[in-house]
């Protein structure tokens, strides 16, 4: 069993950065990829960005190109989100989650149903 554990969120304003972190553990961990998403009040949880596991392909989407960075450390089993110049509409709970196996077609690192195993979130709020 996977368990996976995000931290690193908070109160910020307005062109502030935060980094989140996401621990994973269990007996053996070797995901295909990690990704981070987010889910705002009232909205569908969206994709943000995903990194291989082997290797270092990163994914990211359009809104957050230039301004967010996904890293990884394998040897800590943890994945990371450098979050820069933060906007109000940033503010959501963000969620790590780990699929594992192969892909069944090109851009399931952006589908949350692909996904595996969730975090429990991590609360993110940015401030005008």
């Known amino acids: 069993q996977v368990q996976l554990v995000e931290s690193g969120g908070g109160l910020v304003q307005a062109g502030e950065s935060l980094r989140l972190s996401c621990a994973a553990s269990?007996?053996?961990?070797?995901?295909?990829?990690m990704g981070w998403f987010r889910q705002a009040p009232g909205k569908e949880r969206e994709f943000v960005a995903a990194i291989t596991w082997n290797g270092y392909r990163t994914y990211y989407a359009d809104f957050v190109k230039g301004r967010f960075t996904i890293s990884k450390d394998n040897a800590k089993n943890t994945m990371y989100l450098q979050m820069n110049s933060l906007k109000p509409e940033d503010t959501a709970v963000y969620y790590c989650g780990a699929k594992m196996g192969g892909c069944s077609a090109n851009g399931c690192e952006e589908k949350r149903y692909e996904y595996n195993y969730w975090g429990q979130g991590t609360q993110v709020t940015v401030s005008s």
């Open positions: 269990g007996r053996t961990f070797s995901p295909y990829f």
